[in-house]
């Protein structure tokens, strides 16, 4: 009798729920730019990078979805840099007002200039601190951490392991500088000395033929020849060109971290704590593959929309936006706490691992590194330094 009662209980629910239907409409947009062949074939992007974390939070969201007469959809769409705008616009023509961006920094501006009030957008890859910072826009939640939370995030470690003596080596790309200038940030902010700086000038060789590997072998000895006593060397290297090669190729027998060695992640497919291994394990099933921070960070970004449309009831841009900002709003990630937004540049908080690729050596914030409000927020920009004004202001009106 009492399983009768409850089987027409829920199919109450269900007809209840029919009546009220809310459709919530989500997109991931992958911008896909020329690049060069990573190092190893093992980093080689596969062609559902982002998607597949799409689909998996998707499938997340529909479970609870299903039962409060929610129904999810997602959209994915890989596009060039030149065609990014016009997808932007068709999606948002086909009412879908919440994108998940996969870009670069330059790019996502652009998209968050051209979308304005009519959408919400999530970025999963930009890294850049300028987009959190004088570049900041109210319409753009950043689910992808900053170049300057993940320098911290090593930092902290390094300070802990009491190895504060730097030799930092530079790309030549754009990106690299950038890098580089978190890390000197991030040195600045936790104590610890750059004793040397040298630059790793990028000549367009191959990297992936014999010749590139014998190159590299007579080349990085030498590079490395003299330097300054020092605990670690720290490779800012975003472009990929060289950090890989530094392990077990330097001069002496040098502890290399930061582009290789042990580097600062927001997933490993070793990371296991915490629940993770289920997360792991229902994304190998879908794709027969391991996941990849930008699949993660996607799958994170539309949870958000997935938590913030359940408590709400709404699926509009600014109702999910303003339920995420808020204090009520949390959301589990596999990471041992729950993650939130900082309301003063919509950043995501979120712990970051330290791997060496086969096994995660620590999680940061470290033990130790104590605040006033979480301690999630001695990584990156925290209130009291921040230059973004679109939030703010936005909070003032």
């Known amino acids: 009798m009492l399983r009768l009662c409850l089987l027409a209980l829920a199919m109450a629910c269900t007809m209840a729920g029919a009546t009220r239907a809310l459709e919530v409409k989500a997109a991931v947009l992958r911008i896909d730019q020329d690049a060069l062949l990573p190092i190893s074939r093992l980093d080689l992007k596969p062609d559902d990078m982002g998607f597949a974390g799409g689909v998996l939070a998707t499938e997340d969201n529909q479970t609870t979805g299903t039962f409060l007469g929610m129904d999810y959809s997602l959209e994915t769409v890989a596009v060039s840099p030149e065609e990014a ?25 652009a998209l968050a200039d051209a979308a304005g009030d009519r959408a919400l957008l999530l970025n999963a890859t930009a890294p850049g601190d300028e987009l959190r910072n004088d570049e900041c826009r109210a319409n753009v939640l950043h689910i992808a951490p900053s170049r300057s939370m993940k320098t911290d995030a090593l930092a902290q470690y390094l300070m802990w ?17 950038a890098l580089a200038d978190a890390y000197r940030r991030s040195a600045r902010k936790f104590g610890a000395r750059i004793v040397e700086e040298r630059g790793f ?48 190729h330097t001069w002496g027998p040098d502890l290399v ?25 229902r994304f190998e099933k879908l794709t027969r593959r391991y996941a990849r921070e930008e699949d993660y960070q996607v799958w994170l970004a539309l949870r958000v929309i997935g938590e913030a449309a359940t408590r709400t009831g709404e699926a509009d841009p600014a109702s999910i936006r303003a339920y995420a900002l808020g204090q009520e709003f949390t959301l589990a990630a596999f ?42 927020d001695t990584l990156g920009t925290d209130a009291p330094e921040t230059t973004c004004t679109a939030f703010t202001e936005e909070a003032d009106r």
């Open 257 to 281: 971290v930061g582009s290789a060695g042990l580097r600062p992640v927001t997933w490993s497919p070793a990371h296991e704590a915490w629940g993770a291994t289920q997360f792991q394990t």
């Open 335 to 376: 990471k041992g706490q729950p993650v939130t937004f900082r309301p003063w540049n919509g950043q995501l908080r979120q712990p970051i691992l330290l791997s060496d690729g086969r096994v995660n050596v620590s999680v940061s914030p470290q033990d130790g590194y104590l605040h006033q409000v979480s301690p999630l």
């Open 201 to 248: 000038e990028d000549t367009g060789g191959a990297r992936r033929t014999d010749t590139g590997y014998v190159l590299v072998q007579r080349q990085i000895p030498v590079f490395t020849q003299k330097m300054k006593r020092h605990d670690v060397v720290v490779a800012a290297d975003e472009a990929d060109v060289f950090a890989a090669h530094l392990p077990y």
């Open 85 to 109: 705008q016009a997808a932007l616009e068709r999606l948002l023509g086909e009412g879908i007002s919440l994108v998940v961006v996969m870009s670069d920094d330059a790019t996502l501006l």
């Open 161 to 177: 392991k009491k190895w504060g003596d730097w030799v930092l080596i530079q790309g030549s790309h754009p990106e690299d500088f």
